[in-house]
Every structure is written in structure tokens, then in C-alpha cells.
């Protein structure tokens, strides 16, 4: 079993910037992509950005030059990085991780707890 714990939210003014953190904790081979997803009210789940287990990022077209995906592999843990943030961003943030164990070729994905950011002046 993986447990995710994220980090980092909060209410932040329009322009600024946030950082989130999730660090996954267990007994597992290895972690592949990681990842953070939002949801905001009335909207679909959208993805915000990945990033492989080599570091090679992606993000969605509308954080792109804003907010930067980054992990550190000997932590265990996915960071966000978000700049110049907007008033659209809010949502509640969730970190995803792809998972494999030793006992099987089946990779296993996990969700953190969520984090509210909220962007309001």
C-alpha cells in the first residue's frame, strides 16, 4: 500500500505563487510518472502537468511558462511550482503517482488527498 501526503496550499493573491509538495511513502519497487491534476467547481478533473521517471515534464497549455513540475526521486516526492498565479487556478490540487511492485509487471496508480488553492484578492 502507497500513502501520498500532499502539502502546500492556501489562499494566495493573484500574481503570486504557491508551492506543492507530495511525497508518496510504502513498500514499492518504484515510482514511474508522477503527476498533478485540479479540480475546480463545475468543472471536469483537468490535468495540470507530469513529469517521467527521467524528469522530462508536460504541461497543459495554460500553465505552460507559469508553473514548473519537478521530483526528487531519493525523496519520493513531486513538487509544483506555481507562478503568476490567476484567479482560474483555484481548484483543489491532487498529485497522482504510477506505482510498481516487485511481485508484479502491473504498474498501479494512486491519488493524493488534495489541496485547496484558492487565488483571490
Known amino acids: 500500500q502507497v500513502h501520498l501526503v500532499e502539502s502546500g496550499g492556501g489562499l494566495v493573491q493573484p500574481g503570486g505563487s504557491l508551492r506543492l509538495s507530495c511525497a508518496a511513502s510504502?513498500?514499492?519497487?518504484?515510482?514511474?510518472?508522477m503527476g498533478w491534476y485540479r479540480h475546480a467547481p463545475g468543472k471536469e478533473r483537468e490535468l495540470v502537468a507530469t513529469?517521467?521517471?527521467?524528469?522530462?515534464?508536460n504541461y497543459t497549455d495554460s500553465v505552460k511558462g507559469r508553473f514548473t513540475i519537478s521530483r526528487d526521486n531519493a525523496k519520493n516526492t513531486v513538487y509544483l511550482q506555481m507562478n503568476s498565479l490567476k484567479s482560474e487556478d483555484t481548484a483543489v490540487y491532487y498529485c497522482?503517482?504510477?506505482?510498481?511492485?516487485?511481485?508484479?509487471?502491473?504498474?498501479?496508480?494512486?491519488w493524493g488527498q488534495g489541496t485547496q488553492v484558492t487565488v483571490s484578492s
Open positions: 510504502g513498500s514499492f519497487r518504484s515510482i514511474n510518472a
Open positions: 513529469i517521467t521517471s527521467g524528469g522530462s515534464p
Open positions: 497522482n503517482v504510477d506505482i510498481t511492485y516487485w511481485f508484479t509487471p502491473r504498474a498501479y496508480e494512486y
